[in-house]
């Protein structure tokens, strides 16, 4: 039996161009890039190709991208750099309240710091509204941070409209484009942010790889201090391998984007239209139409999705849910909840996220298999037995 | 993450169902919180001659309710009694640690059945027992009483109120 996996917003794939390209960087250019001599060169001209990709595909310039290890540490090192380095000036950050928990739980730190955050909300689809954006701006604002797209909900924001606000404003503008960038356009320009944050396992890229836009001229304080690597706003050894992997998974990202946009969204369309057909009581969440494509996400009513997810993988379906069971915090996703789903409902969503090896086959083994397993756990669920008494 | 015997119960849950003429019934949990067990036994001198059980919840809760109802089955109400959440992790081969508080209720929905029972039949004046109730959003415990996380400000449902 095949395995179905459907849970790229957790983990991609290596693209083989990449791992073809990033094997030399372990076995013979070991050297490091600080170094003098001829291995170090090799090196450091590899990471600088790297840069060059990157600011190509999300349209800055090279010397804008800053390598970091990860999407979490460049959403850290956005909020935190930029308050420490403007704190004199204004004390208050507004965020969403559908942030990554590397932007919120960020947030709540520079909180217990004596920082001021304003937390916007967000409709019922997960939309910021623009407007309120405007209106929450205070001359303390020293940083705005809105995602550019949700992964659990696939959503995606009006950042556009939000840069031009914060540009007339002059108000400094970030975005956690981790889940975007590689799948849909992103260009820095278009988007007037002044900070943006991606990451190279989003798209086909090696883990350990990722990289902050600090738009030039914008003032910034590193979280690691060390050496003068990254231009002394990330120390430490630069991770080659994976770096180089980064590189060749934007380029590729920049050649198959329009690609990727029609495959996607062809599973994507196939799983929202059929699904309804074979499971009654579901409730499909996000925007309808503004959204990553290949993002489904739907709350299956009176189940649980950790149950249901366990039933899938052993089929060979691999899913993911924002059920509290399934975080190890248990509580249920925050992202849910600000869009206004009853924690009752987000208990038995299930998110699948396609990526470029699924097939409309994996999606008719989805449609296949999940309706048996919804009518088995619903069978057993005295909620919904509740439910349909309440009905009839 | 799961022990065998709890995957096993998981998939092949015993015991499931309703009792339309229940002597006892025991309900624990909400779906709020992510799970709810409803217990019925029928009683026959003085054993628990059937027992059923319906659950929403994760992997964990249903193996849980699942081989409660397998130790109960053919007990008399008062080994049955002594069935504790920690002899149910315990058969189960061991729980995940985050799993043990919030998914471990089946021997509190046995509890209230086999309490229910008695109270119809036998007319025991049961004592209630302090609930607690914990936000669902942050999972600070809360006073029942509260409409409004004490910790995090988002509403609780009134619903929500249970012991666990």
């Known amino acids: 039996m095949p395995l179905v996996y459907a849970d790229h917003v957790a983990a991609m794939p290596l693209h083989p161009k990449v791992y073809e390209a990033m094997v030399p960087y372990f076995n013979d250019f070991y050297g490091n890039p600080s170094s003098i001599h001829d291995s170090g060169e090799k090196a450091r001209t590899a990471i600088e190709e790297a840069r060059g990709k990157i600011a190509r595909l999300v349209g800055s310039q090279d010397e804008e991208i800053y390598f970091t290890s990860c999407g979490t540490e460049s959403n850290n090192l956005a909020l935190k750099g930029v308050a420490l380095a403007h704190q004199t000036r204004g004390k208050e950050i507004i965020i969403s309240g559908i942030e990554h928990f590397s932007i919120m739980h960020t947030a709540n730190a520079l909180e217990r710091a004596g920082f001021n955050v304003i937390r916007l909300p967000v409709d019922q689809h997960g939309l910021v509204d623009p407007a309120v954006v405007e209106k929450a701006i205070t001359p303390q604002t020293i940083l705005i941070s809105i995602m550019h797209s949700n992964p659990e909900v696939g959503t995606i924001e009006p950042i556009a409209e939000i840069g031009k606000i914060t540009r007339a404003k002059n108000v400094l503008f970030h975005s956690d484009a981790v889940s975007s960038v590689g799948t849909i356009p992103v260009d820095v320009k278009q988007l007037n942010v002044d900070l943006l944050s991606l990451s190279a396992g989003q798209f086909y890229g090696p883990k350990g790889a990722a990289a902050l836009f600090i738009r030039k001229g914008v003032r910034i304080l590193p979280l690691l201090d060390g050496g003068i690597q990254e231009r002394g706003l990330r120390a430490g050894t630069e991770n080659v391998p994976a770096i180089v992997g980064m590189g060749v998974a934007a380029d590729l990202a920049r050649e198959e984007i329009p690609q990727r946009l029609s495959h996607l969204k062809k599973l994507q369309v196939k799983l929202t239209e059929e699904l309804p057909g074979r499971i009654p009581y579901l409730r499909f969440l996000g925007h309808p139409t503004q959204r990553l494509p290949g993002n489904v996400s739907v709350a299956v009513e009176y189940i649980e999705g950790e149950a249901m997810l366990l039933f899938m993988d052993m089929e060979g379906i691999q899913i993911s849910s924002g059920s509290a069971c399934i975080s190890r915090s248990l509580k249920v996703s925050h992202v849910m909840l600000a869009m206004g789903v009853d924690a009752a409902t987000a208990q038995g969503s299930l998110l699948f996220s396609f990526g470029m090896q699924n097939t409309l086959a994996d999606v008719d083994r989805i449609l296949e298999t999940l309706p048996p397993v919804v009518e088995r756990l619903r069978n057993i669920s005295p909620v919904y037995r509740k439910a349909m008494a309440k009905k009839t | ?164």
Do not use: W
């Open chain 2, 1 to 164: 993450m799961y022990s065998e015997t709890v995957m096993d119960h998981f998939k092949n849950p015993r015991n499931v169902g309703t009792i339309e003429d229940a002597d006892g019934m025991g309900e624990v949990g909400n779906p709020v919180c992510g799970d709810m067990m409803t217990f019925y036994i029928k009683v026959k001198n003085n054993l628990i001659d059937d027992i059923k059980f319906q659950t929403f919840g994760c992997g964990a809760a249903i193996a849980v309710s699942s081989i409660v109802s397998d130790m109960a089955k053919g007990k008399t109400l008062e080994e049955a009694s002594k069935i504790t959440n920690k002899m149910v992790a315990e058969a189960l081969e061991g729980l995940p640690k985050q799993k043990l508080h919030c998914s471990n209720l089946g021997a509190d929905a046995l509890q209230k059945a086999i309490q229910d029972y008695r109270q119809k039949k036998e007319g025991t004046v049961s004592r209630p027992e302090a609930k607690k109730c914990y936000c669902p959003v942050c999972d600070l415990e809360n006073p029942m009483e509260a409409g409004f996380c004490t910790g995090c400000g988002k509403e609780i449902p009134d619903e929500h109120a249970h012991g666990h």
